[in-house]
């Protein structure tokens, strides 16, 4: 089945700083989605990106489809900006289910 | 106005017993889910139905039976619960199989003593 990978597996921030999370998989893709998990445990939806440059306030993706992998880009964080932050893929030709990675772990401190 | 609603939030429950979680969705969609995550936060997905018809089921032990009586509701009904069933366990929608955005509902917290 399709892999993928993203990195980091941790972050650590200042309030305030930037940040970029990435997301490789391993074959062509027709759904890409980018989620946040609160602490809370729900899991917030982002960005629905299989291809291009989307935006939403602080937070910007943008997937290359033709190189297989996706940005997720975060500006001026905040403390509500922690938690772990999932991409997940269906493959061009599957089942459309969807493929999670392991997410990245980010904390923002004060 | 929940998208996609799941009851119940917690259930702590022992093992051998019998459970189910319900699952709703108001968004008009025809494809739904269910998702397992474990402790270390690893999201697989279970099954998925498409217009009450069963599409995806992904190796899932046959003591996890899903349900699926229309569009708007799936439930998950597990028997003879054990150790290991212990996760979280989410249900999503989409609008249709095929490269569609999925919402998730807030997800059930399965503890098995």
């Known amino acids: 089945g399709i892999q993928v990978e993203q990195s980091p597996p941790d972050l650590i921030l200042q309030e305030g700083a930037n940040s970029t999370l990435r997301c490789n998989f391993s074959?062509?893709?027709?759904?890409l989605q980018w989620f946040h998990q609160n602490p809370w445990g729900q899991l917030i939806n982002l960005f629905y990106?299989?291809?291009g440059t989307k935006q939403n306030g602080r937070l910007s993706a943008t997937t290359v489809a033709t190189e297989r992998y996706s940005l997720l880009y975060i500006s001026s964080s905040q403390t509500t900006d922690s938690g772990v932050y999932f991409c997940?893929?269906?493959?061009?030709?599957?089942?459309?289910?969807?493929?999670f990675g392991t997410g990245t772990r980010l904390t923002i401190i004060p | 106005d929940t998208a996609v609603s799941q009851t119940p939030k917690y259930l702590v429950t022992q093992m051998g017993n019998d459970k189910s979680i319900k699952c709703e969705q108001n968004?008009?969609?025809?494809?739904m889910y269910w998702y397992k995550q474990d402790s270390k936060k690893f999201l697989k997905i279970m099954f998925s139905?498409?217009?009450?018809?069963?599409?995806i089921n992904e190796t899932v032990p046959n003591r996890f039976s899903p349900k699926s009586p229309d569009k708007a509701h799936l439930n998950l009904h597990i028997n003879s619960l054990e150790l290991g069933d212990s996760a979280v366990y989410f249900c999503?929608?989409?609008?249709?199989?095929?490269?569609?955005?999925?919402?998730f509902g807030p997800g059930t917290r399965l503890t098995v003593t």
């Open positions: 999503a929608s989409s609008q249709d199989l095929l490269a569609y955005e999925q919402y």
């Open positions: 074959d062509s893709v027709n759904n």
């Open positions: 990106i299989p291809s």
């Open positions: 997940a893929v269906a493959p061009n030709f599957g089942n459309e289910k969807l493929t």
């Open positions: 968004l008009g969609h025809d494809t």
């Open positions: 139905y498409n217009n009450k018809e069963l599409i």
